[in-house]
């Protein structure tokens, strides 16, 4: 193969491996997001919106995924009013 070749490999290599760290990266930033949707939370637009602008920061993205992770809280009717 030319050296023409090889370095067109290498640049086509290269790419791939920035395309897959790129696709992981997001995958990782979007967690709590992702998790929200699989549990069909009712609050996924805000938990959707925490994690987007939000999630850069270490505190963000973990509130975010605290409140994705969390169970739903249902209204008991056993218990009698205030």
Known sequence: MSENTLNILELLAEGLIVLSLAVIVLYIYFLPSIIA???????????FVLNLFFGWSLIGWVAAMIWAVL???TQSSDRPPP
Do not use: D, S, V
């Open 37 to 47: 949707r699989k549990r069909k939370k009712t609050n996924l637009t805000a938990i």
């Open 71 to 73: 169970k739903e809280q």
